[in-house]
């Protein structure tokens, strides 16, 4: 899976949980009916629900009667945690190693790095005030100002 798709999955599927009231062993949804929410693979589900778990968002039981559920409420789970807890930035690359002698090459990558460090910190502080909670609400006040990405697919 790509980088760049942990964050849209994990984000899904914690609202997934969050809508279903899964907040106990006896509520866990399995990674197929996950999956089939998002969709994706089940294994996509999974990996992305060891890294949730493993940043202590969720729970999950392996096997046959195995699944996930949540660990805290939607209202305090941010975006920016769940963004970092999948290991996940802005994605808007890397910058290149630069030629060896080039005065420019030498000096560029280092400064689109700090470029890329200052949007990577506007976009977490703009992801630490939308919740969980704020994704199953259909017109919530954290994201009233703000449409959909031009290149963003959307369901009708």
């Known amino acids: 899976m790509s980088d760049s798709q942990r964050?849209?999955?994990a984000a899904h599927a914690l609202a997934y949980l969050a809508h279903k009231g899964a907040y106990s062993p006896a509520d866990a949804a399995a990674s197929a009916i996950l999956a089939a929410s998002i969709p994706?693979?089940?294994v996509v589900v999974r990996r992305v629900t060891a890294l949730?778990?493993?940043a202590g968002l969720i729970a999950t039981r392996p096997g046959a009667s195995g699944g996930a559920w949540l660990l805290h409420r939607p209202e305090d789970?941010?975006?920016e945690t769940v963004l970092r807890a999948v290991n996940g930035c802005a994605?808007?690359?890397s910058p290149p190693a630069g030629a060896k002698g080039c005065p420019?090459?030498?000096h560029i990558p280092r400064q689109v790095a700090k470029a890329l460090t200052?949007?990577?910190q506007a976009a977490g502080a703009a992801l630490s005030k939308i919740t969980i909670a704020d994704l199953l609400d259909h017109d919530p006040a954290s994201l009233?100002?703000?449409a959909p990405h031009a290149s963003c697919p959307v369901a009708a």
């Open 118 to 120: 200052a949007a990577d």
């Open 104 to 106: 420019v090459s030498e």
């Open 144 to 146: 009233a100002a703000f």
């Open 77 to 79: 789970i941010s975006l």
């Open 7 to 9: 964050f849209p999955v």
């Open 91 to 93: 994605h808007l690359g």
């Open 40 to 42: 994706t693979n089940p």
């Open 52 to 54: 949730l778990a493993k």
